[in-house]
């Protein structure tokens, strides 16, 4: 069975670091792309950044720029997100997925719940 499994969400204070892991299980990530997108309440699911497998990576949301990286490690099967300068708005759950662009994922894990508060 193909997975892919979000950790490492929780509480964290303004200005705090959190890394997320995206775990693939079933298949290997080296060929895929893996994009995290995050949902907040009330809003739309959104794509924060994604990483090729060539190594490159593309931001969707200017609001995370210099705060945070993308990267894999294909040793692990696992695909993190390092997020730092953390800010309220950056609350929402986060999601991992072997695409882009949201429009092409047909399936979203449950995902891992971040929450930015004081």
């Known amino acids: 069975q193909l997975q892919l499994v979000e950790s490492g969400g929780g509480l964290v204070q303004p200005g705090g670091s959190l890394r997320l892991s995206c775990a693939a299980s079933g298949f290997t990530l080296d060929y895929y792309a893996i994009g995290w997108f995050r949902q907040a309440p009330g809003k739309e699911r959104e794509g924060v950044l994604c990483?090729?497998?060539?190594?490159?990576?593309?931001n969707y949301a200017d609001s995370v720029k210099g705060r945070f990286t993308i990267s894999r490690d294909n040793a692990k099967n696992t695909v993190y997100l390092q997020m730092n300068s953390l800010k309220p708005e950056d609350t929402g759950i986060y999601y991992c997925?072997?695409?882009?662009?949201?429009?092409?994922?047909?399936?979203w894990g449950q995902g891992t719940q971040v929450t930015v508060s004081s």
């Open positions: 990483i090729l497998s060539s190594g490159g990576t593309r």
């Open positions: 997925a072997a695409e882009c662009n949201s429009d092409y994922v047909d399936y």
